[in-house]
């Protein structure tokens, strides 16, 4: 079965310190991969995509995922965290052509100032 | 461009009652979704709109839910009768039509649905 699969429940880190949440995906076929992330009272936000190319993925804020078929995970990194970082964050799967974007149970991070 | 708009922003309602809750997509989107999350679980797919047809509603739990989408713009999520699992938050997604390529899916703010 399709899943997606996040390592972390919650995070908690100091401010400048690095982060990296784990992401799983079991899917058949060609995968699309996102990181949504969603501010406290706001949207649900992109934060980044990865299609094709390159399977290192910039975002916005600081943030970059890295695509690894053979461990079939995309982890989302940012060498140091701010306080503004507080937020859930999702990582997510859509097959190529597909519609049906399969997301993971979400991490909050928690950023002490 | 204003974004995927959800009304209302939070209901709550008696078991048993009814509420219908709408999505207003970016303008142009065929595509339109909705999703829920129900308290710390995960965000799950409940059905797809082409247009105005349901290219896929596999993940909607049961008869009681009915989705909608006439004339293929706005959409409405109608809860009848309501249970207490049906309380969390009701997202709505839409995205352009891409092909083969992947897509992006723009998220509305959501509804947030409590049934007592």
């Given amino acids: ?113 | 461009e204003a974004g995927v708009t959800q009304f209302p922003s939070h209901s709550v309602i008696e078991k048993g009652q009814t509420v219908t809750l709408r999505c207003d997509p970016i303008s142009g989107h065929d595509n339109l979704y909705w999703y829920r999350r129900v308290m710390g679980k995960e965000i799950k797919f409940l059905l797809h709109f082409v247009k105005e047809s349901k290219q896929d509603e596999s993940g909607m739990p049961n008869n009681r839910f009915l989705a909608e989408r006439t004339g293929g713009t706005y959409s409405t999520l109608k809860v009848q009768p309501a249970e207490l699992e049906d309380s969390g938050v009701y997202f709505c997604a839409s995205s352009q039509v891409t092909g083969s390529k992947g897509e992006t899916q723009y998220f509305g703010p959501g509804t947030r649905l409590l049934v007592l």
Avoid: M
């Fill in chain 1, 1 to 113: 079965a399709q899943s997606v699969s996040q390592h972390n429940h919650h995070v908690i880190l100091s401010e400048a310190a690095s982060l990296e949440l784990g992401c799983n995906y079991s899917y058949g076929g060609t995968v699309n991969l996102f990181w949504y992330v969603q501010y406290p009272g706001q949207h649900l936000q992109l934060l980044l995509k990865y299609f094709s190319g390159d399977p290192l993925v910039k975002g916005i804020k600081g943030f970059e995922a890295e695509f690894i078929k053979s461990k079939f995970s995309f982890n989302l990194r940012k060498p140091s965290v701010q306080w503004s970082d507080t937020a859930e964050y999702f990582c997510a799967a859509l097959n190529t052509g597909g519609f049906k974007t399969i997301f993971g149970a979400g991490t909050r991070l928690f950023v002490k100032a």
